[in-house]
Structures are given as C-alpha cells and as structure tokens.
C-alpha cells in the first residue's frame, strides 16, 4: 500500500505569510506524529494525535505552529506569520493503534522562509 | 527529560568491511523503545531496526543488529558487509513506553562507503 505522503514537498514563503502543509497518513493509522528538523539536526517532536484528537501538542515551538486532523486522516500543519527560524523540513510520521508501534516516515515539506 | 547522543558525527567505511555506529540514551523509564533510522539524501527516514528494554536479546536484521547494554544506556547499531546504498545519516531515536510522546532523535551520524 501507499506510504505516508506530504505536500508541498517544497514551498518558499516570505516572511509574515501564512503557510498550510500536508500530511496523508498510511490507511487505517490511527496515530499521527508532525516533528521539525533543522539543517543538520535530528526530528524535533512537534505535535501528536490520536484520531482526530491532539492528544500531545508540547512540541510546537509557539502559538504561530496550528495542527489539525478534524477527520482522523489527513492533517494540516499550520504556521502563521513565518519568520526565518521556520525555515526546516516538517516530517509526518504514522503508526497503526498505539503509539509505541513503529512509525512510518513521508519524505517530508522543505520551508525555506526568505 | 530524555535525551540521546550521537558522538560520531561522520563515519566512514569501506566496501564489505563492517562499521559501529555509536548511541546513549539518559532516561528515568524502565520501559521504553530505541530504533535506529536511515535518512539517505532523499530525506525520507526509513526504520532500520528496533529494540524494546524489556527484551534482552539484541535485535537483528539481515545484516543490521545492535548491542544493547541497558545499564551502560548504550544501544550501538553494527552494520555488516557495508554496501553502497548503506551511504546515509542514521538517527538514533528513543521512547517511552505506554505514554503518547513522540521519538527523541539524535543529531545523526553521517555514514560514508568508500568504495
């Protein structure tokens, strides 16, 4: 079956405009994980749900980061008046019922905020 | 908070030739999860091998496998007869069992084959 897939897979926004990204989980996951990885580092945990519940949130790195998953498949990853520390790749990782089962991985949106 | 350390940044091996990649992990759970994670330059992170703390016998895949020593917090990942499309950044990640927190990566390691 079809992995996790992302969209944009690139996107350049200038800095103060409003950025939306994509994540289609594998089918019938249940869990949904967004993380944040800078140049040169490892993921960074963002935010986590459950369904359609956002079960864990402490990783967004403030109130500009915004994520939903209204209907327990697809979610947004929002951020709002992008400034340059933004500019990373967004990982979308699923699991299957628990989130102790293994995470699958899409290839992840590149923003660069100039 | 749990945190996990890669100290090698860059490794590199030769062909067929065998490489450890290095990983420590400080936490206050007894039960949790480690994996070792391939990110080859198209980004996509691909699972290479998991280990749960409760199991003792250390995980094996084909020729990927680990040494787990839970006391020391070490969980190394030992990649045998290296192959060209070994090349990568592996990440090592942890996490806690039963709860709904995401993985805590490391910074990576940078894999090259020589050929």
């Known amino acids: 079956g079809a992995g996790v897939s992302q969209s944009p897979r690139y996107k350049v926004a200038k800095r103060g405009q409003d950025v939306a990204l994509r994540c289609d989980p594998i089918s019938g996951h249940v869990s949904l994980f967004w993380y944040q990885q800078a140049l040169g580092q490892g993921p960074e945990f963002l935010t986590y749900?459950?369904?359609?519940?956002?079960?864990?949130k402490s990783g967004l790195p403030s109130d500009r980061f915004f994520a939903e998953r209204p209907e327990g498949s697809v979610s947004t990853l929002k951020i709002q008046r992008t400034q340059q520390e933004d500019s990373a790749v967004y990982l979308c990782?699923?699991?299957?019922?628990?989130?102790?089962?293994?995470?699958?991985f899409g290839p992840g949106t590149r923003l660069t905020v100039l | 908070a749990q945190t996990v350390t890669q100290s090698q940044p860059e490794m590199s091996v030769q062909e067929a030739e065998t490489v450890t990649l290095s990983c420590t992990y400080d936490?206050?759970?007894?039960?949790?999860?480690l994996f070792w994670y391939k990110q080859p330059p198209s980004r996509q992170m691909i699972l290479v091998i998991r280990?749960?703390?409760?199991?003792?016998q250390n995980a094996t895949e084909n020729r990927f496998s680990v040494n787990f020593q839970k006391a020391a917090k070490s969980f190394s990942l030992k990649i045998s007869d290296s192959q060209l499309g070994d090349a990568a950044m592996y990440f090592c990640?942890?996490?806690?069992?039963?709860?709904?927190?995401?993985?805590?990566f490391g910074k990576g390691t940078h894999l090259i084959i020589q050929p």
């Open positions: 936490t206050s759970e007894s039960d949790y999860y």
């Open positions: 749900f459950q369904n359609e519940a956002q079960l864990d």
């Open positions: 280990q749960e703390a409760y199991k003792q």
């Open positions: 990782a699923s699991s299957t019922r628990v989130p102790t089962d293994t995470q699958y």
């Open positions: 990640a942890y996490r806690a069992g039963g709860g709904a927190d995401g993985l805590t």
